[in-house]
T-cell receptor, first 114, second 114 residues
Framework: DAGVIQSPRHEVTEMGQEVTLRCKPI?????LFWYRQTMMRGLELLIY????????DSGMPEDRFSAKMPNASFSTLKIQPSEPRDSAVYFC????????????FGPGTRLTVT | AQSVTQLGSHVSVSEGALVLLRCNYS??????LFWYVQYPNQGLQLLLK??????LVKGINGFEAEFKKSETSFHLTKPSAHMSDAAEYFC????????????FGAGTRLFVKA
């Protein structure tokens, strides 16, 4: 199994630009999570989906952030417009109902907004 | 509501010494408890988990943790540290009304001295 795939691995953009992060979960997993990790705030859950439906988006920092899951094998996290304080590592993770709630993390996308 | 507290943001041990990373949790329902490890520039990966049954749980790389309900603790130990154990370790809790939502601790960075 290829594991959770994220792209791009690194993204550098200027303030005000739109940023789209992509995630492909492990095949057969029906839960998908987006996290943000920074030195100051640690690991924060932004949003999670079950069967492509957003269940809890209370961690999304503000309206500039949006996430979609159009099908079971693809999700995006979009920031528009981006700001320097959005600089962080963004992780996608997936989990299956039979897996005792274990989450499998992707390698992350390191976002730098200048 | 569920929560996790990791005692000590940094722990330093000598190679060959005992590793002890402390974790206390709060949960109103029987918890599922996890330890994840994060190596530099990588996503988190599962080290071990407790769901039900035996309270002493063995994980990968010689790590183990003991679930103590009376102390609401799930401390991680390894008898003899190796240089390759240097990483950040996260304790996490989920289950009950939180469902698949997992609450992560702030993390403990382990340093191993030669």
């Amino acid at each position: 199994d290829a594991g959770v795939i994220q792209s791009p691995r690194h993204e550098v953009t200027e303030m005000g630009q739109e940023v789209t992060l992509r995630c492909k979960p492990i095949s057969g997993h029906d839960y998908l999570f987006w996290y943000r990790q920074t030195m100051m705030r640690g690991l924060e859950l932004l949003i999670y989906f079950n069967n492509n439906v957003p269940i809890d988006d209370s961690g999304m920092p503000e309206d500039r952030f949006s996430a979609k899951m159009p099908n079971a094998s693809f999700s995006t996290l979009k920031i528009q417009p981006s700001e320097p304080r959005d600089s962080a590592v963004y992780f996608c993770a997936s989990s299956g109902r039979q897996g005792n709630l274990v989450q499998y993390f992707g390698p992350g996308t390191r976002l730098t907004v200048t | 509501a569920q929560s996790v507290t990791q005692l000590g943001s940094h722990v330093s041990v000598s190679e060959g010494a005992l590793v002890l990373l402390r974790c206390n949790y709060s949960s109103s329902v029987p918890p599922y408890l996890f330890w994840y490890v994060q190596y530099p520039n990588q996503g988190l990966q599962l080290l071990l988990k407790y769901t039900t049954g035996a309270t002493l749980v063995k994980g990968i790389n010689g790590f183990e943790a003991e679930f103590k309900k009376s102390e609401t603790s799930f401390h991680l130990t390894k008898p003899s540290a190796h240089m390759s154990d240097a990483a950040e370790y996260f304790c996490a809790v989920s289950g009950g009304t939180g469902g698949f939502k997992t609450i992560f601790g702030a993390g403990t960075r382990l340093f191993v001295k030669a």
